[in-house]
């Protein structure tokens, strides 16, 4: 069964950094593309960053680019979400989800139950 | 970027039709993909590629994707129906790949 559990999410100034991290389990995660998704409260979904399988390919989204770096280890079945220059707008619960494509994109066909992140003072 | 829009709220009562649309520039030729969310848990992959869905989801559930215009339509509409929905859609290049419609939510009268 496919599992993808997000921890390192907390309360973090603003301009402090986190390191999230999302451990998967269940399928072979070297063959998947996979992203982090986001959600400040009651709001909708805003997509973050995205790598491929391999981890040559990353894109982020304009709102952190610069800031966020995603990485994966696909020895260790994780990835990584280095965040920093935190601004209370980055406050959301955060995703990892799977691409279901192998070889192409497709929709995102497993998610994290997510780790929130607040940047307050 | 690329904007996808979705009406913010669709009501409809139980045994009948809901389509909620998600509109965006030639999205008939991309593949769209729609997602249900229900208050305090993730997200839930319904349809992908415009129009399957994966294992576990009700035939009651499916797609279609034209000209500007994408379409979930849930048929026969139950009360555990009422959820927040989501299209999204890969853009072009690599300026921002992924994109979320600003969701819709769907309530059972």
């Known amino acids: 069964e496919v599992h993808l559990v997000e921890s390192g999410g907390g309360l973090v100034q603003p301009g402090g950094s986190l390191r999230l991290s999302c451990a998967a389990s269940?399928?072979?995660?070297?063959?998947?593309?996979m992203t982090w998704v986001r959600q400040a409260p009651g709001k909708g979904l805003e997509w973050v960053s995205y790598i491929s399988s391999s981890g040559r390919t990353i894109y982020y989204s304009d709102s952190v680019k610069g800031r966020f770096t995603f990485s994966r280890d696909n020895a260790e079945n994780s990835l990584y979400l280095q965040m920093s220059g935190l601004r209370a707008e980055d406050t959301a619960l955060y995703y990892c989800?799977?691409?279901?494509?192998?070889?192409?994109?497709?929709?995102?066909?497993?998610w994290g139950q997510g780790t929130l992140v607040t940047v307050s003072s | 970027s690329y904007v996808l829009t979705q009406p913010p709220s669709v009501s409809v009562a139980p045994g009948q039709t809901a389509r909620i649309t998600c509109g965006g520039n030639n999205i008939g030729s991309k593949s769209v993909h729609w997602y249900q969310q229900k208050p305090g848990q993730a997200p839930v992959l319904v349809v992908y590629?415009?129009?399957d869905r994966p294992s576990g989801i009700p035939e009651r559930f499916s797609g279609s994707n034209s000209g500007n215009t994408a379409t979930l339509t849930i048929s026969r509409v139950e009360a555990g129906d009422e959820a927040d929905y989501y299209c999204q859609v890969w853009g072009s290049g690599s300026d921002h790949p992924v994109v979320f419609g600003g969701g819709t939510k769907l309530t059972v009268l």
């Open positions: 269940g399928f072979t995660f070297s063959n998947y593309s």
């Open positions: 590629d415009d129009s």
């Open positions: 989800a799977r691409d279901r494509g192998v070889g192409y994109r497709s929709g995102f066909d497993y």
